[in-house]
């Protein structure tokens, strides 16, 4: 247990220098500022390998206390609720192409909150999906002119 707390930091790191290195070879732009396509996902690099080595020195700090989260984790409801995100986000990633961004998004989001709230919040979840889908696609089709299916 206690390698898997010290190995997922460590393959985080691992991580981010991969993507680092991919980052800073990245062809440069032949429009404009050349160096234009490094910045974000050299900025994104540098961020995930500070958090990392972050994330490294508190699990090193809390190597030796007891930790009952994993075990807590596979009781009670969220066994479940973990297996219905995966398949609903397995069900989403078919239907997208579909009918679209939009819809299959708010249905989603709706199965989503359905799920974690119940059916006695369902005025809430019905327009936190809505509300939500019709935000991001304005945000993204309309603000930033991002072609949605």
């Known amino acids: 247990m ?10 985080l790191i691992l991580l981010s220098c991969t993507f680092l ?6 062809p440069k732009a032949n429009l404009g500022n050349p160096n234009g396509p490094l910045y974000f996902p050299l900025g994104l690099s540098v961020l995930m390998m500070i958090f990392s080595v972050i994330y490294l020195f508190q699990e090193l700090k809390r190597l030796h206390e007891k930790n009952e989260s994993v075990k807590d984790l596979l009781e009670g409801r969220t066994p479940m609720l973990i297996g219905l995100t995966v398949v609903y986000g397995a069900i989403y990633a078919v ?10 998004t708010i249905l989603f989001l709706g199965a989503l909150l359905f799920t ?7 005025l809430v979840n ?9 935000i991001s696609w304005y945000a993204f089709s309309e603000l930033l002119g991002v072609s949605l299916p």
């Open 2 to 11: 206690k390698v898997i707390k010290i190995g997922m930091p460590i393959f």
């Open 116 to 122: 974690l709230n119940g059916r006695k919040k369902w």
């Open 95 to 104: 239907i997208f192409e579909q009918i679209g961004f939009l819809f299959s």
């Open 126 to 134: 019905i327009l936190v999906s809505i509300i939500f889908s019709f």
């Open 21 to 26: 290195i991919a980052s800073i070879n990245l």
